[in-house]
Nanobody
């Protein structure tokens, strides 16, 4: 199983980025997909998750209204559209897959390698 995250970069506050995570080696539509982030010196933080068919989503309070998670079960890819970025969004963003429950900070079945997002003020 591989989860390949991409799309990170260095942006200014207020800018937008879209992260992608391409999955292979698993029955993608059978997994809840999501994003977890970790800032330097801080614990992992749940960001967002999307259910099997994309109909249900979940967000942390810190990103609600600014970030949108979505998935394409044909392309086996999950996305995180990040708008109105803030310096406190700076972190390594990991995609994760979990079969039977919402993606969490530790209990996932599979993890991607992470992509760095840096937001300057």
């Amino acid at each position: 199983v591989q989860l390949q995250a991409s799309g990170g970069g260095l942006v200014q506050a207020g800018d937008s980025l879209r992260l992608s995570c391409a999955a292979s080696g698993l029955s993608f539509s059978s997994y809840i997909m999501g994003w977890i982030r970790q800032a330097p010196g801080k614990e992992r933080e749940f960001v967002a998750a999307v259910a099997w068919n994309g109909a249900s989503t979940k967000y942390s309070d810190s990103v609600k209204g600014r970030f949108t998670v979505s998935r394409d079960n044909i392309k086996n890819t999950v996305y995180l559209q990040m708008n109105s970025l803030k310096p406190e969004d700076t972190a390594v963003y990991y995609c994760a897959a979990r079969r039977s429950q919402w993606v969490g900070v530790d209990e996932n079945d599979y993890w991607g390698q992470g992509t760095q997002v840096t937001v300057s003020s």
